[in-house]
């Protein structure tokens, strides 16, 4: 895409990667944007408000309380008369400011009154981009509709320094830019359904206690947004859960895995099936109808069913979606228990996961997945259940495009 005439707000903040806001304002130009840049007060300790404004051509904007520009409350101006809004370098400050929805500067001020489209470019130590306050940043900043390009992997500024925290190139935010500015593309998923399954089972013993899994809901409720964003029709059956339902998405409530399986049945037919649930596998077979009290002879004897395999009973059924995925929560065997399952169940991939003690998965933020398909085996690293759900919707997407291509 062309940026002929595009106004871009460039925000320059303090750290040493600066120097590479002169080249990347020398790019815009060159490809015909119009760059108006804010500097931060750290910003001017790496690179002077003059060369900025001599490659920009432009007056420079530095102080929120500047009297020329603040006359007609200059910072709701820069916001509003730009097409995007570009952060480079966009410092672990500066990413905690707008997170945390600061407006003590006249960078944090515009970001937070603009509307137009923000593109971040990371750029900091990589124990500083690692740090969990800063990827929790991050990932507050992607929900909140901010893009991202980078950080890259290579040699930082202190000696013997090396990792994730290199601030992208000039012509690589130029492309992220571009790509943000672009026409949006049609939606991959559009006109399709998926049903997403999440969250534990609860299957009661008495009106007090039930046998359960420890799991939040987070990858299947993270899932079910991300197959919504690529504009599928999404239904989520889920357990008992403590988080927001996903914005979207029709939620069905259920507390038992029979309960479960017949909302899944009665969401067919859908194109894409994902079961993420961790359905407890037993139920007693006679719920006390009061609550078991203790009576000095000993524990009660519980007698378990086994019960309705769901992702089988979908992956061999009739009605079955085009794209059945299953996960694999395992403590151990992870990839033989996962292999199994796949040849088992009837689905398309499995997503397996060791939820083992110490791992954080079970009610954590991140995420670490094994993708086992009849072609083989392929390890992802570690990253957020929002990532990971993203990545699956996007591979989901292809596997029904293949499907629909057969």
């Not at 190139?169 to 998926?194: R, T």
Request: hydrophobic share 50%; net charge negative; with cysteine.
């Amino acid at each position: 895409m062309s940026l002929t005439n595009k106004r871009i707000l460039l925000i320059i903040s303090g750290g040493i990667a600066a120097y590479k806001a002169l080249d990347l304002i020398r790019r815009l130009r060159e490809r015909g944007a119009r760059v108006t840049p804010v500097m931060t007060k750290a910003a001017e300790e790496f690179i002077t408000p003059l060369a900025v404004g001599a490659l920009s051509a432009a007056h420079v904007h530095c102080d929120l309380f500047d009297r020329q520009d603040e006359h007609d409350v200059g910072h709701i101006r820069l916001a509003r008369e730009t097409d995007a809004v570009v952060v480079a370098p966009a410092t672990a400050e500066r990413m905690a400011k707008l997170a945390a929805g600061f407006a003590d500067d006249l960078a944090a001020a515009v970001l937070l009154a603009t509307r137009a489209p923000v593109l971040m470019a990371p750029a900091m130590n990589p124990a500083m981009w690692d740090h969990p306050a800063t990827r929790r940043n991050a990932e507050r900043l992607r929900q909140d509709g901010v893009a991202f390009v980078g950080p890259a992997t290579g040699e930082m500024a202190e000696s013997g320094e090396a990792g994730v925290g290199r601030m992208a190139e000039p012509l690589e935010i130029v492309a992220a830019l571009e790509a943000l500015l672009a026409e949006p593309a049609a939606k991959p998923l559009a006109g399709s359904h998926a049903v997403v399954t999440s969250g534990p089972t609860h299957e009661p013993i008495d009106p007090v206690r039930y046998i359960a899994n420890r799991s939040s809901g987070r990858q299947g409720h993270a899932v079910a947004a991300a197959l919504s964003e690529l504009g599928a029709r999404v239904t989520l059956v889920s357990g008992p859960v403590s988080i927001a339902d996903p914005q979207g998405v029709e939620v069905r409530r259920v507390e038992t895995a029979r309960q479960m399986l017949e909302a899944v049945e009665a969401a067919l037919p859908a194109d894409i099936a994902v079961f993420v649930a961790a359905v407890a596998d037993w139920r007693v077979t006679q719920e006390a109808e009061a609550k078991i009290k203790k009576a000095g002879e000993g524990a009660p004897v519980l007698t378990l069913a086994e019960n309705p395999d769901i992702l089988a009973t979908i992956g061999h059924g009739a009605n079955r979606p085009a794209v059945v995925v299953g996960f694999a929560a395992e403590t151990n065997d992870l990839m033989a228990n996962a292999l199994k399952k796949l040849e088992k169940k009837g689905a398309d991939m499995i997503v397996a996961n060791d939820v083992s003690v110490g791992t954080g998965v079970m009610g954590g933020g991140s995420n670490t997945v094994h993708l086992l398909t009849r072609e083989g085996v392929e390890d992802w690293p570690v990253m957020t259940k929002d990532e990971v759900a993203r990545k699956l919707a996007e591979r989901f997407a292809i596997m029904l495009a293949e499907k629909a291509g057969r």
